[in-house]
């Protein structure tokens, strides 16, 4: 088997649960598994390991004053996710890493690989943790007061997981080493090609794809208030029961999305008390709305309000962004090199820590490896062992021929 194919079996079992899923929540036991890996997968091939002021993962193959190529991902999930959405990129990193070193190939330029903290926020509720604090988009007194759903402070969780949450916050001079990062991510959906019929890369029968920027994205809480009884005392008429109003909200939501043509997703669904023979007394939504463009993103939410009559609150914003073209026109090259073919451009409706680099100013790119189901953040999530080692084919051919003073822009 082909060294990424054993280093995918070596994660295999850690965070499976019963359903064949993931649970690799961030500071979690997986999590932790997880780490330990990477650590260990560093050492064996002799880089040198840190873990930064806000919990990433770094192994530097090259250090030495100046910019550099960083490539990675992240190794947690969402509950009950995918095997590759994340860890795909850290291990075609690592195994991209080995073959040039068996090779005998040393890079021009530093190269290390990151493995991002608590990106699919699948924990505490704000996605990308570990890359926006560290460019100073996310204020550190609020990601240390975040709680999970068992109302686990993230400060308390951090400090469980052995590390010092006193510590995070930006981190401006790595920030500014990284000349340019590239993120190999297993696709999402099947999101149309750039300038065809094709929806994703099994139907362009390409292998691989070059992502082009990301959809705009917004998270919002929305409450529903009611009037708690008794379910077998209250006459129908006389009830004012927040499910019902939340369901209403759901419903809104595909109906805005559709009319908008965007995509809403009410993913989290909270009722209390929660008890079978009670009407409840409040029900909290949590809706995610992404799309094309910003305005089409708040007509939905300006829709849902006004048929729901509620008052949804953001809980958090993403704007548009489009990825370095100096980054992506050297990951096209690179395909072409490796494959003899063109690279389908595509956009991602997915969030991702090299958009939050690109935002901060970093030259950033991704490279995205066919997935014929589309299948993601779901046990489904799935990539052909072949197209992944065409990928990790492509991260070599990067890491071999980055220039030594780095000359991307963003
Ligand atoms: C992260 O993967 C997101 O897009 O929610
Ligand atoms: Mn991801
Ligand atoms: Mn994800």
Redesign the pocket.
Known sequence: MSRIGRLLETLAPIGRNEQGGYDRLAWTDADAGMRRWFLAEAASLGLETEVDRNGNLWAHWRRQPGGGLVVGSHLDS?PNGGAL?GPLGVASAFAAIRSLKEAGETPASNVAVVAFVD???GRFGI??LGSRLMTGALDPDRARALTDREGVRLDDAMRAAGLDPDGLGPDPVRVASITAAVELHVE?GHLPIDGSDAAGLTAADAPLGVLTGIWP?GRWRIDVVGQADHAGTTPMADRDDPVVGAAAVVLAAREAAILEGALATVGRVEVEPGAVNAIAARASLWL?V?GADEGRIRRVVDRIAAAAGVDPVQESWTASMRFARSETRRIAAAVREVTGSEAPALPS????DAGVLQAAGVAAAMLAVRNPTGV??APGESADLADIEVGVAVLARLLAGFPASGTATA
């Open positions: 969402v959405d990106e699919e926020g996605a990308c999402q994205h995610d992404r409706g997915a969030g991702h993601s953040h």
